[in-house]
Nanobody, 120 residues
Framework: VQLQASGGGLVQAGGSLRLSCAAS????????MGWYRQAPGKERELVAV???????NYADFVKGRFTISRDNAKNSVYLQMNSLQPEDTTVYYC???????????????WGQGTQVTVSS
């Protein structure tokens, strides 16, 4: 299972970016998909997650600014980031928990990370 993230870049404070992440490979289904971020020297933290049924959950620091969505037909998850601030600068990772064809249970996979830089 591979997750390919894209959409990061450089934006001025107050601007917007849209991150995309597509899952590919051999899996039976995808459970929840999400976005995390990790600054140097810090632990990876949840940004937003969306369940297979579309229920969303956000970190307090992005509520009202970021919106997570998914397209099940494309095995993809998106993160619309508005009102970006310099403190949002870091690497963003997408994740997915999937059901594999040959094993019971859920397995978590991560994308390669995409850099978001917000200038003041």
């Amino acid at each position: 299972v591979q997750l390919q993230a894209s959409g990061g870049g450089l934006v001025q404070a107050g601007g917007s970016l849209r991150l995309s992440c597509a899952a590919s490979g051999s899996f039976r289904s995808i459970n929840d998909m999400g976005w995390y971020r990790q600054a140097p020297g810090k632990e990876r933290e949840l940004v937003a997650v969306v369940s297979g049924g579309g229920t969303t959950n956000y970190a307090d620091f992005v509520k009202g600014r970021f919106t997570i969505s998914r397209d099940n037909a494309k095995n993809s998850v998106y993160l619309q980031m508005n009102s970006l601030q310099p403190e949002d600068t870091t690497v963003y990772y997408c994740s997915a928990r999937v059901v594999l064809p040959t094993r019971p249970g859920l397995y978590a996979y991560w994308g390669q990370g995409t850099q978001v830089t917000v200038s003041s």
